[in-house]
């Protein structure tokens, strides 16, 4: 039996760094009524707060609420207020080290002479990302950038080398996650299930991009069951179908 439900959100429960809509934050207030729900990303707190915890309902349950930044390797809950619960920071060596490597892959790419919406290299504490066009780039600019995942593919095919010790992983749609070697959305969602006590066999993953090579594809390999969505639009169905056969 299903006790947690995990979902991703850029392009999962809304647009690249958009806000949920309301209907969409009125199903997950629902779904928090009847199942422990679990929300993982590579974006960190920030990006959290404006896309998701700002918009959710009043009649949200957030005690069973679990909010994953970084790919996983930070937890908040709520008690109260939203705490951090822990949070797998690099050491300063180790980030130095990224950036470093990111420089010389955008030096012989020439990635940087395109425009950008915003910086392309953001620290985040726990995880390093890449966005090719900046952080704030428009969803549009970001979906024409690449639609065949083959710049990023060459972008972390000459990053991996690069980078012995870390995990280089596809993330959203112009951009690159970097974590430490054997941390990703896999051992995320195994740290949450003992920080909580619910087996990787009770919990599910709705997302939309579970390729191989991507930074969710961990979860599967975790041993967790998933359901690949196309969309928002296809979370959104998927959503209102878990409520109506769960009423």
């Known amino acids: 039996m299903i006790q947690l439900i995990t979902f991703d959100l850029d392009g999962t429960l809304a647009e690249s760094k958009q806000a949920i809509d309301p209907e969409m934050a009125s199903l997950l207030g629902h779904l928090t009524n009847g199942f422990n729900v679990a929300v993982m990303s590579g974006g960190d707190w920030p990006q959290f707060e404006a896309q998701l915890v700002g918009n959710l309902p009043a009649g949200a349950n957030l005690a069973r609420l679990f909010l994953l930044p970084t790919s996983g390797t930070k937890l908040y809950r709520h008690a109260g207020g939203w705490q951090p619960i822990y949070a797998d920071a690099l050491t300063t060596d180790e980030r130095g080290a990224v950036i470093h490597a990111l420089d010389q892959v955008i030096a012989a790419l020439d990635l940087d002479s395109a425009q950008s919406w915003g910086p392309r290299i953001e620290d985040r504490g726990t995880q390093i990302t890449f966005s090719a066009l900046g952080h704030q780039a428009p ?97 959104r169905r998927m959503i209102q179908t878990i409520l109506l056969l769960t009423q």
């Open 139 to 235: 969803v549009d600019a970001k979906h024409a950038w690449d639609p065949d995942m083959s710049r990023r593919k060459q972008i972390q095919a000459l990053l991996a080398p690069l980078l012995p010790g870390f995990e280089v992983r596809t993330g959203g749609s112009t951009s690159i996650d970097i974590t430490r070697e054997s941390v990703d959305k896999g051992t995320g969602i195994t740290r949450l299930s003992h920080e909580i006590g619910v087996p990787l066999h009770q919990m599910l993953f709705i997302d939309d991009a579970l390729y191989p090579s991507g930074n969710d594809h961990a979860v599967i390999e975790a041993g967790m069951d998933s359901i690949p969505v196309r969309d928002v639009e296809d979370t």
